[in-house]
């Protein structure tokens, strides 16, 4: 489905199907709901999934290669947008690599690791032996370890906003998220929704009543 | 191309490759890393250890400031001369010499007593990863090496045999249950674990039964020589 269907489809869920001007939900607020119903949902679906995730969640991503991104001559820097965590064990990244897809590129999970790589003479990345990839979240970078010439890459991931992939275009593409699952994504949002309301206090007759009486 | 023929090799990350499979992380790179520094592990000195493991080896290396760097995976030398191509040092060119070590070759009993076969000691010593000659060897002239090596290619890591893989992979999902105890259950590590152990003591013993049946051929060769033909046989009686 596309995004504005899910939007339109999830606005006229508290209003059972029926929806006016002055019901409305804004459209923005909606897409940031579902982004986080989506994030939740990914989780809970891999973990009781034994770890499988069907790959309409996952979006390609093709970094271009920027000369200023550049800061050593040890690796290559490119933007990578936010991706989201599965498990402890695992976050969104299924496939950084070539565009081809014939070399997946090896995964260093932090500075610490490549630390500790670069001790260990069979690990290290330093004799370019094999390619590397470190995603550095805080500043939203991929940096490409033992292959200093390289400019194109591709990585395919559980990204947290699909709309930070240039080659996603809401109007036309899919929105990320199996149908299937679209009940799972109602119910999240729903239950979001009408615990904001549920939690706004009415002016009631109650409220009138706590207040001291006038003495004559 | 699948060659399963006795020489056919793999690399360590078609071994990697199958240990994913079967563990069903096929979709992720994360633990690669570490996966070949286990098969690597395993394959080598240090996990299998069968006669595989070594084999002889040949290559050619330079004398650089009185020293030549020994290759990759050196263990011991068996012999040494000067290439005939050092034109610049035409002293050296094609001399029939046979460098040697001298003790470790007649210690099986080998009669190593020719005139065209000199002990390396005297000429050079091997030292920390150089062949470093005593003097008059002058820059630039190459030497041939054979000698007996660790099986690894030229980054260090080891050559695995087709025959391997079935270890290796074993070996690689059981370190991978251990290191992820909460996702695996007991049974099925202790399955991998048995399953390695046993692959790496038929493939010690393959090895093993390989190399006795050629020392048996060649000894079968000899005694037949010795009978049917005399000629032959005189190079192996001198």
Redesign the interface.
């Known amino acids: 489905m596309l995004e504005k269907e899910i939007v339109e489809r999830i606005s006229r869920l508290p209003f059972a199907g029926v929806i006016s001007d002055e019901n409305r939900l804004d459209g923005q607020y909606i897409v940031s709901l579902m982004e986080s119903a989506r994030a939740q949902i990914a989780k809970e679906v891999y973990q009781k999934n034994n770890k499988r995730l069907n790959p309409v969640f996952y979006q390609k991503y093709y970094p271009t290669y920027s000369e200023q991104l550049q800061e050593a001559k040890t690796y290559v820097k490119f933007s990578c947008p936010e991706v989201l965590t599965l498990d402890s064990n695992s976050d969104g990244l299924r496939y950084i690599g070539t565009t081809d897809c014939s070399v997946a590129f090896r995964r260093i999970w932090s500075r610490s690791m490549l630390s500790t790589i670069n001790k260990h003479q069979v690990m290290s990345v330093k004799g370019n032996r094999y390619t590397a990839a470190l995603y550095d979240g805080s500043a939203q970078m991929m940096e490409i370890y033992g292959n200093a010439e390289i400019e194109e890459i591709m990585i395919e991931a559980l990204f947290a906003n699909p709309h930070d992939i240039p080659t996603w275009n809401a109007d036309y593409d899919p929105y990320p998220f199996p149908d299937d699952l679209l009940p799972l994504m109602d119910d999240y949002i729903f239950r979001s929704i009408t615990s904001i309301a549920a939690s706004v206090q009415p002016e009631t007759r109650n409220q009138y009543n706590q207040t001291t009486p006038r003495r004559r | 191309m699948i060659n399963s023929g006795t020489y056919a090799t793999i690399t360590l990350d078609s071994i990697i490759s199958a240990a994913k499979m079967e563990l ?2 096929q ?4 633990y ?3 996966f ?2 286990w098969a ?2 395993a394959a080598g000195t240090q996990g299998l250890h069968t006669l595989s493991t070594t084999i002889k080896k040949q290559c050619s290396i330079t004398v650089n400031g009185g020293k030549a760097k020994l290759p990759v995976g050196f263990n011991q030398l068996i012999a040494m001369r000067y290439n005939t191509n050092n034109v610049s040092n035409s002293s050296l060119n094609c001399t029939p010499m046979l460098y040697v070590d001298m003790a470790f070759l007649s210690n099986c009993g080998c009669d190593t007593n020719t005139p065209f076969i000199q002990n390396m000691q005297g000429v050079f010593q091997i030292n920390n990863g150089y062949i470093i000659f005593y003097g008059g060897v002058p820059d630039g002239v190459t030497c041939s090496l054979s000698y007996f090596a660790n099986n690894v290619d030229e ?3 080891q050559i695995v045999y087709e025959r391997y893989e079935r270890a290796l992979t074993a070996y690689l999902c059981y370190r991978y249950m251990l290191q ?1 105890l909460q996702e695996y259950n007991q049974y099925a590590m202790e399955t991998f674990r048995q399953e390695w152990m046993a692959q790496k003591r038929m493939l010690r013993s393959q090895d093993a039964r390989d190399s006795f049946n050629n020392t048996k051929y060649q000894m079968m060769e000899v005694a037949n020589a010795l009978v049917v033909d005399k000629s032959w046989a005189a190079q192996y009686t001198q």
């Open positions: 069903k992380i979709d992720s790179a994360d690669d890393i570490l070949e520094k690597n592990q980054n260090g890591l992820n």
